[in-house]
């Protein structure tokens, strides 16, 4: 007779598939220019010259705080945050498949745009008529 608090043994690998097919997705929607300053810490110089970053250094800087981020999950960290760890392997597979290539992770302004954000222009931008 099994036990009924025992976890199921099968439900570990579908755990893992669903995780790789997160992670397989959110790599596919990877913006450098946005997700990529909320990762890792950067500069202001790196901040504004991203898009020039090699994607080697980009992937071992993003190794470095996966490390970081799994050493906390052990520890059962208060400050460890599931979503950023997912982010830092979104990022890694990206950035790496972009170093295979040659190429760099999406270049600014090929980002889709986020259909729940206002694309009215901003207000400093709006033609005022009143004088």
Known sequence: MTNPSAPCERSQPRRRFRAYR???????????????????????NEITRIDMLEPAVVVARLRRATRAERARARARHWAYDVNRHIGLLQAIKAESAAAETGQKARQPGRARPDPGRDVRPARNQLELSCR
């Open 22 to 44: 997160l992670i397989r997705a959110g790599a596919e929607r990877y913006d450098r220019v946005r997700h990529l300053p909320r990762l890792i810490p950067l500069s202001l």
